[in-house]
T-cell receptor, first 113, second 113 residues
């Protein structure tokens, strides 16, 4: 079992560009959540997808959007990148609301120049 | 507004001794608390959790204590091992918010051989 996988591992973009990050959940999981972890901070909840719909959202602007596919994989899109968007983006998957069994991927390190 | 606070950025203990990691919270609507461990280049890994209706939960070398009146959470590791060296995050869930977690900023634990 590969666990939660994320791609790419690292990414460098410039201000104003758009980026797409990808996540494949652990086998058997149907719920995907995305978190942003800035340097020296804890992860911050962006949103959660279940049954291809956004179910919950944290305090992030509309520039952050997502998608979940029928195979439960997910994408995080960020438009009009700002320097402050530089962070580690973590994807977590679970089966429904099984919070104790939420597995995190290794993350995508995004650097905005 | 930092609803979950870990005031100690780092902690160093000797192998075999007890490690105590602390966490304070401000939101009375939190109903579930979790501790995660994070190694470099990996995502956070679930360690142990506790419901707000309990005051203690134990799993092997790990025990979590919850003091609701003080809004304080602690993780005890006994005995500490060098492999426990990692960043530890406490996280909390708002009642009814399913998988949406609010994380602290983390404490770097170093266990010296």
């Amino acid at each position: 079992d590969a666990g939660v996988t994320q791609s790419p591992t690292h990414l460098i973009k410039t201000r104003g560009q758009q980026v797409t990050l990808r996540c494949s959940p652990k086998s058997g999981h149907d719920t995907v959540s995305w978190y942003q972890q800035a340097l020296g901070q804890g992860p911050q909840f962006i949103f959660q997808y279940y049954e291809e719909e956004e179910r919950q959202r944290g305090n992030f602007p509309d520039r952050f959007s997502g998608h979940q596919f029928p195979n439960y994989s997910s994408e995080l899109n960020v438009n009009a990148l700002l320097l402050g968007d530089s962070a580690l983006y973590l994807c977590a998957s679970s089966l429904g609301t099984g919070i104790d069994t939420q597995y995190f991927g290794p993350g995508t390190r995004l650097t905005v120049l | 507004d930092q609803q979950v606070k870990q005031n100690s950025p780092s902690l160093s203990v000797q192998e075999g001794r007890i490690s105590i990691l602390n966490c304070d919270y401000t939101n009375s609507m939190f109903d579930y608390f979790l501790w995660y461990k994070k190694y470099p280049a990996e995502g956070p890994t679930f360690l142990i959790s506790i419901s707000s209706i309990k005051d203690k939960n134990e799993d092997g070398r790990f025990t979590v204590f919850l003091n609701k009146s003080a809004k304080h959470l602690s993780l005890h590791i006994v005995p500490s091992q060098p492999g426990d060296s990692a960043v530890y995050f406490c996280a909390a869930r708002i009642r009814g918010a399913t998988n949406k977690l609010i994380f602290g900023t983390g404490t770097l634990l170093a266990v010296q051989p």
